[in-house]
């Protein structure tokens, strides 16, 4: 009688990607100890990448920072645009708020340095693959301080946005504010003085003024950073 012996559905599969061999090997055998985990592809920086993973069809991607910065900076987003629902655990090599939010903006949702623990490694691969995120404390300060930094630009954009001023417009409503004739807006910008009052008058027209200053006004009450 013979007995098979079937891989648990419910096992997270894991790919590894570092470009140390002994790094990958060492994260092998460390994972292959856990019962809820099972290693199902491991490589370097090699042209193949992408295709060894999307045949493994691993559900997280633990990858150091050293391939992705190697690799141009590129891996990741191809990664997870090839493999729907990839989540991705980076470890950091260097303590970088910069590699950090890069890898961030990437599309990772772990993020631990090279200093972990095996138990933290572990329990970072775990809380990504139960939807949830990860990263050190300080390095989640950053992240914080990085999206309100952002975020207080993103009204002055959305307003530019839903008025439909066009790039030189806006330059054209913050010299009007400080008094400048169409005349010498159009002496600084190098324009006719003809282009400059088209110009004004397709603002008016967007924004529902009457005037020029109104221009400015409405520009104003809408939040737009003039």
């Known amino acids: 009688m013979s007995v098979t012996h079937c891989i648990p559905s419910d096992r997270i599969q894991v790919f590894l990607l570092a470009e140390n061999r002994f790094l990958r090997e060492a994260l092998a055998r460390m994972l292959g100890q856990k019962a809820d985990l099972r290693v199902v592809g491991a490589t370097g920086l090699t042209p193949q990448i992408l295709d060894l993973i999307v045949q493994a069809g691993p559900d997280v991607?633990?990858?150091?920072?050293?391939?992705?910065?190697?690799?141009?900076?590129?891996?990741?987003?191809?990664?997870?645009?090839?493999?729907?629902?990839?989540?991705?655990?980076?470890?950091?090599?260097?303590?970088?708020?910069?590699?950090?939010?890069?890898?961030v903006r990437d599309g990772v949702v772990g993020y631990v340095l090279k200093e972990a623990s095996a138990a933290e490694i572990v329990s970072a691969i775990r809380s990504v693959a139960g939807a949830g995120a990860v990263c050190p404390?300080?390095?989640?300060?950053?992240?914080?301080?990085?999206?309100?930094?952002?975020?207080?630009?993103?009204?002055?954009?959305?307003?530019?946005?839903?008025?439909?001023?066009?790039?030189?417009?806006q330059q054209m409503v913050h010299m009007i504010s400080h008094g400048l004739t169409n005349k010498e807006i159009a002496s600084q910008l190098n324009l006719s003085e003809q282009t400059v009052k088209n110009h004004v008058h397709r603002m008016l027209r967007k924004v529902g003024a009457s005037d020029r200053l109104a221009v400015v006004e409405i520009c104003r009450m809408q939040g737009l950073a003039i």
């Open 61 to 103: 991607l633990l990858s150091d920072s050293a391939v992705n910065s190697l690799s141009g900076l590129q891996i990741i987003p191809e990664v997870r645009r090839a493999v729907p629902g990839l989540k991705v655990v980076m470890i950091g090599m260097e303590d970088n708020s910069e590699t950090f939010l890069h890898a």
């Open 137 to 169: 404390a300080h390095l989640c300060l950053k992240l914080f301080e990085c999206m309100s930094s952002q975020w207080s630009q993103l009204p002055s954009y959305q307003i530019r946005h839903d008025l439909g001023l066009t790039r030189r417009e």
